[in-house]
């Protein structure tokens, strides 16, 4: 299914990362996944919030510079070969590219959940729907 | 509009003979009454009598930021100090400032300059005019309220900073012109879209913006983030204060007021004059000047002029816009380079923010060139290939157009700090 995916651009210097995340706490803002993606100088913090448009709104006024992206979320069986099997090969298949994803645990014993960018979005969600 | 047709659309031959009258009169009292002058023609082997004509001016002497400082404070007066009625001076970086004396007479020209630079500008009275250069010691702040006066426009003195203020004085006293540095106008702009306020609903038009070198890019991004026309201006303490030169609304060039202002552009090097149309410094001789004539004065900034006549009637020499100038320039690995370069590189690609800082640092012997720019939500993309697409995208573009590396450095929002007077461009780092 789609969900809301705030990223934040985050300097490469001290204490900038904890900042943020006070920012978040202050919301009383639950991060249900996070991934950090690392330039020389800078990361892009990409977060599943609770509420990511008060998350977003949060952040900005604390002067980051934050966007709003969707993404695809899945569930996916927490077992070997569960992420070939049910995501990227059946994306592959339909040529549908994908640009980053990220994993989480599902509280539900046997499946993991998994955050995707893909090209082509409505495709991929028919095509794991599957 | 213009305010002063007898003198603004003068036939060229009338003009040129005015300026001679003037300039031997002016050329007479500074060898009478400044030692200086007097020293400097005397060690040239020349005496006012040997300019007979307007090309006779390569004989003079230039007149330096330097020789300001080494008479300081007083040593350029040519009336008594009773006959000086109000002192300004620049905000000078280094050492002592610039001090500039008015006699009456003086500030009568300077207002008229300005009433004239208003005019030019498409100010009339009917307008309510924010005045947010500083007032004090700088001269623009009295220039444009004396101008904005004298036009009959109601100008509001709010002088700089305070820019919430700024923006409630807008929004409530209904301001059509806003007259301020071209960087506080997009400070205004930056502001305002934070308090959520909408500057189009507001009943602004005009913005009449000098006292910092600008490019034709950062017009552009001022005029597409308010509901403004940006009109140029230029001026400096050292000859009046603003006044000097200003645009018409056909963007030209900047009309030079000759009748007072006598332009010409030299080879920054070799100080030898060149002719219309060529790209060197501005060098200007003031015509009426009592209490602080200026002879040939190298302002550093780097212009070229043009004489045909212009579509608005003025057949005043028009410069061309102030982009760069002689002391701003960077000798980085041998080659020169403006600021301005790099902010134009930086204005044409899609998203970025005027708001960037060169650093000049040098590591093992060699210089090292670093530009910072701010990521706003309009460049940044949640996809690390897209953000180093950017990233390479300006390095390629600052590299060919200078011929020497660069590091693009990505840095948050406000990471740059905002200043409400001139803007700071560059951190040189090279202890040379
Ligand atoms: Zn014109």
Redesign the interface.
Known sequence: MKIR?V?V???NKPG?LVEMLEVLKGQKMNIRALCI???S??G?V?MILSDPAKGADAIRKA?????E?TVLHSEMPDEPGGLLETVAKPLAEAGINL??FYAFINPSPGKANIVL?VSDPDRAEQVLRR | MIWNSKYETMPRGELEALQLERLKAQLSRVYEKVPFYRHAFQQQGITPDSIRSLADMSKIPFTTKQDFRDNYPFGLLAVPLQQVCRLHASSGTTGKPVVAPYTANDLRMWTEVMARTLTSAGVTKDDVMQNAYGYGLFTGGLGFHYGGERVGAAVIPTSTGNTKRQLMLIQDIGTTVLTCTPSYTLILAEAAAEIGMDLRLTKLRLGICGAEPWTEQMRTEIESKLPIKAMDIYGLTEVVGPGVSVECPHRCGLHIFEDHFLPEIVDPQTGARLPNGQKGELVLTTLTKEALPVIRFRTRDIASLRAEPCQCGRTLVRMTKVTGRTDDMLKIRGVNVFPSQIESILLQVEGVEPHYLIIVDRERHLDDLEVWIE???AV??????K??ALQKKVKDEVEATLGIGVRI???????IARTEGKAKRVVDRREL
């Open positions: 995916q990223s651009f985050v300097e900038r993606s690392e330039g100088d800078f892009i990409r002067g980051f510079t934050a966007t992206t640009e980053y960018k | 990521v706003s939500e940044f993309s949640d996809e690390m290939r953000m180093e450095k990505l840095v948050e929002p406000k990471s």
